[in-house]
């Protein structure tokens, strides 16, 4: 009969000191490397959103200059005279109607061409990032209707098939933004932006944004009426 | 000169490692410094350009009022100016600077009481942007006529989106809790609630305690849009 005698490890005080060292070091790169990603992504995503809220800022507060004059100059006008200067208020009556949806516009702008199926959020993050980038006017459509967007315009439906204000929308989809050009093509395109992040997670998808020096959007097509809300006294 | 254990090359390697590790550590905290010092001058420098904000948003408030004052007092001996008058106030109420009321809903949305679980996102218990987007979204489909988020009435120009911690509307950083009012039909309130919508947003509230709250109210009021239309580039 053989009898194998079994062999107790000696205590190797070199190999529980390594086994140690290497514990502390990968506590210590995992933890540098969350340290590291962690600050990353907060500091990239905070200076990003952090320039446009500056920019959103400046912006907001030039076009209340903007109004500012033009509110002034009517009233001088209003106690030099004390008439009502017609043309002034059809010409504001028109630019509220063109804001409103309710002129057709043109001017400088993208569209923005989605050869995919969007599933109705993906349409309203990308209409949320036109706004933001500084749109005036947006419609959404394929090439056989475009339906101008309204500030109550919901964007409903499923994959593949997209419901704007009851109007049934299949693809290609475009949407078409006026703005400067060049402020949305930046916006849309920025690395690790909106446009990165769909074709990203659609990769057989086609998305381009095409800048153009006129783009029309037609008349928003439906009745917009009031039926619960008053004003305010 | 013998260095013993330390000498062994796998011990080196750990060593230099140990070493490697503490200083990225080091370059990154002092990175995180700098970092927070340049977010202590956006926040200043944002706080600035909102007080300015305000102070113009009062401004045109008060000329506007006054221009509006004017023009209905001069009404009487101009002929086709009362009809003019009465489509401008109806263009303005579409364009959201006059102040509404009706019947409606008022929507909470508030992050998670609960604490993130180590090595969870933590915003996963965060009201985000995008659930607010939805939120409205879906009032506009609903027949929503007017919606304001903390103040803040949505117009044709306005867009949510995160920054720094907060979601920017308007220009203005809003801070939760959100509350959306809404005025429209009875009806908002079942389709809130309704399971098969805001599906994400309300796994979040099953898995991780976001708050959010949807009740019908005979009475709301939604706010005027206090800022600016941009129409640079828009010919009509």
């Known amino acids: ?233 | 000169m013998s260095l013993g254990f330390f000498g062994r090359p796998p011990v080196l390697l750990a060593l230099s490692l140990i070493g490697l590790a503490l200083a990225t550590g080091y370059r990154l905290s002092t990175q995180s410094l700098e970092t927070a010092r340049d977010a202590g001058d956006v926040s200043a420098v944002a706080a600035q350009l909102e007080a300015e904000q305000r102070r113009l948003q009062n401004r045109l408030g008060e000329l506007q009022a006054e221009r509006d004052r004017l023009r209905s007092r001069a009404q009487g001996p101009q002929e086709g100016l009362s009809g003019l008058l009465a489509e401008l106030i109806s263009q303005q109420v579409l364009a959201g600077t006059v102040g509404l009321t009706g019947p409606g809903v008022v929507v909470v949305l508030d992050d998670s009481p609960r604490r993130p679980l180590r090595g969870e996102d933590p915003t996963l218990y965060l009201v985000l942007d995008s659930h607010l987007r939805d939120v409205v979204n879906l009032l506009w489909q609903g027949g929503a006529e007017a919606v304001a988020i903390n103040g803040e009435r949505l117009v044709v120009s306005s867009s949510i989106y995160a920054a720094g911690g907060t979601i920017v509307v308007n220009a203005a950083r809003l801070a939760p809790p959100y509350e959306i009012v809404a005025i429209g039909p009875p009806e908002l309130e079942t389709l809130l609630k309704a399971p098969d919508r805001l599906t994400q947003l309300k796994a979040r509230v099953q898995n991780y305690g976001l708050q959010f709250t949807v009740r019908r109210v005979p009475e709301v009021t939604v706010p005027p849009y206090k800022g600016g239309f941009a129409t640079e580039h828009l010919r009509w």
């Open chain 1, 1 to 233: 009969m053989v009898k194998v005698a079994l062999r107790r490890p000696r205590p190797n005080f070199g190999h529980v000191s390594l086994f140690l060292v290497a514990l502390l070091v990968g506590f210590l790169v995992v933890t540098q490397l969350r340290g590291q990603l962690a600050a990353e992504s907060a500091s990239g995503r905070s200076q990003l959103s952090d320039a446009r809220l500056l920019a959103d800022l400046i912006e907001a507060n030039n076009r209340l200059r903007t109004e500012i004059t033009k509110a002034e100059q009517e009233l001088a006008a209003l106690k030099g005279n004390s008439r009502v200067d017609v043309d002034t208020l059809v010409t504001e009556l028109n630019r509220l109607k063109a804001i409103n949806g309710l002129l057709e516009v043109s001017g400088p702008g993208v569209e923005v061409e989605i050869l995919g199926n969007p599933e109705p959020f993906e349409m309203l993050d990308l209409v949320n990032e036109l706004r933001n980038a500084g749109a005036e006017a947006i419609a959404i459509g394929n090439p056989q209707t475009m339906v101008r967007l309204v500030y109550r315009s919901g964007i409903g439906g499923g994959r593949g098939w997209i419901l704007v204000d009851g109007i049934l929308l299949s693809g290609p989809y475009y949407i078409r933004a006026i703005g400067s050009p060049d402020t949305i093509l930046k916006t849309l395109e920025r690395r690790g932006g909106l446009l990165a992040l769909l074709r990203y997670t659609h990769p057989d998808w086609v998305v381009t944004v095409t800048p153009a020096d006129r783009i029309t959007l037609p008349v928003y097509p439906n009745q917009l009426s009031f039926k619960y809300a008053r004003l305010m006294q």
